[in-house]
């Protein structure tokens, strides 16, 4: 209970198109952009790159297009990057602040971080064996150490153990900290590639039980190889992929030479087997041991910092240099630029080229499909016949509006892999009419209000979506109906307006009339009533009836509100003074959870006087935003002797 002294207050060409040389996609704004690469990982299962910044110690996050979707910082020299098996967690060596972190891949936020009781690292890492693993150490005293994400160090546990290279058939160690791969076949490989020495030592390790266990090793070969920038296991085959040429086949308990690939500095194994290898400014393709290219790529002026294979072999990403520092590259085979726009039932001609390394043979053939809102599986258009100069080219009319993917094809033969061209066109729709009543409208509170959207022309589609969207962060926008207008073209829900709403009327659209969405805001008021108390009688002065009080007594009035978290009443008082009411106070009172709000009005203390009051609700002072303004009655009150 409270007194009167309280108060609170978005005809025409495709251009031409190399099969197999250009890279997908162009720099835009926004692109993931580093000055400084440290780690790129491709994670398969959210169809995501990671690429690290390590001068300015952030992580970026790309769709398969190389378009940056997300982002992190705080993350200093952030180093290399590992992704999960389940594709939820990325896992980042920090070698200033000599820890893992692991975050969460889906938005790049901090889950935990691993301190790593070393000077010297983290600073490269995989995941197998499901664990993450990481190098660390300089100059004869390199090793290996992981953590275990399943321990708990609320347990007492540390999940961080180190020291983790085997005692027995190691030879002298590491001399400094090492590359690390893994096989996405084989998760429970690891490979381990020295760094910093004239022959680094390069092993295979079994990391699948408790304990890694060696495979193959081996540290003193110079014939071997003559220092280690990059090592890859290769995919469901018993070799690693060093420096991105030469191949060592792994048996025995060591490591022996198995064939080169041509040039070469560094280089990934997709989980098909091909390698996408950069060798100077080019990144060239190839499949498990050939001696040629089936197809390659231009980095431009500088050679690429890094590539990563996506992990249904779809496409390569690359750390490109270009004047704003080093992007990421989405390649893929083939490319299409599509034009922006075109128009619904007009004929636009579709023009390219097939390339490669290896001479196409005579009278290639690609197949054709578009797909559209009313194919959307794919329709089969003629196949297309490739002219001697590898050029090729073919006419449609898009019969639906709306975004339109053309796909070629080349199956491929016995020199050539099989590539894929597709792009899109946003071809036109027509404009339908959509409305919707009652916009602007104020209705008692409770009162049920049909909203009535009306549909114009369309093709096929005659569904329109009603939502609701009541005022207050505590309701969501909730469908209330969906279905086809009527004949008239109408189609109705009914809202209880208990606060200011928004209601939504969607039409999705069709092949020939594009999306509408139009909006109607109607306003609700509060539920008022109060309740007078500690009077002896009522009776009438004049035509108004009164609550009649002694002098001496003090009125109780309890107004009753339709609650809302931090609700207050506003409690206006008058008093009568010949033949005029003058306010003589107004406060705010708060509504408690039960909707009550009692507030005691001091007595007269003499005869004569009448007075009233009223509660309100005031949208905004009386502390939310829900409702509208609503006047309760008022309360006429007489004190007598």
């Known amino acids: 209970m409270r007194s009167t002294s309280a108060a609170t207050a978005l005809a025409v060409m495709f251009s031409s198109v190399a099969l197999g040389v250009a890279a997908a996609g162009t720099a835009s704004a926004v692109s993931a952009v580093v000055t400084s690469p440290g780690g790129l990982v491709v994670d398969d299962a959210l169809r995501r790159v990671f690429v690290s910044d390590q001068a300015d110690g952030q992580i970026l996050a790309a769709d398969y297009n190389g378009t940056l979707v997300a982002q992190a910082s705080g993350l200093d020299n952030a180093a290399d990057l590992a992704v999960s098996d389940d594709g939820a967690t990325l896992y980042a060596a920090l070698p200033t602040s000599h ?361 096929k589609n005659r569904s329109v979506s009603i939502y609701a969207d009541p005022f207050g962060g505590d309701k969501p926008k909730k469908l209330i109906r969906t279905g086809n207008v009527n004949a008239d073209g109408n189609i109705s829900a009914v809202v209880d307006m208990t606060r200011d709403t928004k209601v939504t009327a969607v039409f999705s659209g069709d092949a020939r009339y594009k999306p509408r969405t139009v909006t109607s805001t109607a306003y609700a008021r509060v539920r008022i009533s109060t309740a007078v108390s500690k009077h002896y009688k009522t009776a009438k002065i004049g035509s108004t009836s009164y609550y009649w009080f002694h002098k001496n007594t003090d009125p109780l009035l309890t107004t009753t509100m339709t609650y809302y978290p931090g609700r207050q009443q506003r409690f206006d008082l008058q008093v009568y003074y010949q033949g005029t009411w003058y306010s003589a106070d107004s406060q705010y009172f708060p509504v408690g959870s039960n909707g009550k709000s009692a507030v005691t009005l001091g007595a007269a203390g003499e005869s004569g006087i009448r007075a009233r009051m009223r509660s309100v609700y005031v949208n905004g002072s009386s502390g939310d935003t829900v409702n509208s303004t609503t006047y309760g009655a008022w309360k006429y009150l007489y004190f007598s002797n």
């Open 99 to 459: 820890e893992i972190v692991a975050l969460n891949a889906a938005d790049l936020q901090v889950k935990a971080r691993y301190p790593v009781a070393t000077n010297t690292g983290p600073h490269h890492v995989a995941f197998a064996g499901g664990k993450v693993w990481f190098s660390y150490g300089d100059q004869w005293d390199g090793d290996l150490g992981s953590v275990d994400p399943a321990v708990d160090p609320a347990t007492g546990t540390d999940p961080v153990a180190l020291t983790q290279i085997p005692t027995e058939g190691t030879g002298s160690g590491l001399w400094g900290q090492a590359l690390l791969d893994t096989d996405p076949l084989r998760p429970g490989l690891l490979a381990v590639g020295e760094t910093g020495d004239s022959t680094g030592t390069e092993a295979v390790l079994d990391v699948s039980g408790g304990t890694p266990k060696v495979i193959a090793w081996n540290d003193t070969a110079y014939s071997l190889n003559g220092g280690l920038g990059d090592i890859d296991l290769v995919a469901g085959n018993d070799q690693v992929l060093v420096n991105g040429t030469a191949r060592h086949a792994y048996a025995n308990g060591t490591l022996t030479k198995a064939g080169t690939y041509p040039g070469g500095q560094l280089a990934d194994v997709g989980r098909s087997g091909l390698i996408a290898q950069v060798t100077g400014t080019k990144i060239a393709i190839y499949r498990p041991d050939a001696t040629q290219p089936v197809r390659t790529y231009s980095t431009g002026t500088q050679p690429a910092a890094d590539v990563a294979w996506a992990g249904d072999s779809s496409r390569v990403f690359a750390l490109v240099a270009g004047s704003g520092g080093w992007t990421v590259k989405a390649l893929t085979d083939p490319n299409l630029n599509a034009p922006t726009t075109a128009t619904r039932a007009k004929t636009l001609t579709v023009t390219g080229k097939l390339t490669a390394t290896v001479p196409l043979p005579a009278g290639a053939r690609l197949s054709v499909t578009r797909t559209d809102l009313e194919s959307p599986n794919g329709k089969a258009l003629p196949a297309v016949t490739v002219k001697a100069d590898g050029t090729y080219s073919f006419s449609n009319t898009p019969p639906a509006g709306g975004k339109v993917t053309y796909t070629v094809k080349y199956a491929g033969d016995a020199t050539h892999t099989a590539v894929t061209a597709s792009d899109s066109v946003e071809v036109s729709r027509a404009a339908t009419s959509l409305s919707l009543n009652n916009n602007g409208k104020l209705y008692n509170y409770g009162t049920d209000v049909k909203f009535t959207a009306h549909l114009g022309t369309t093709y």
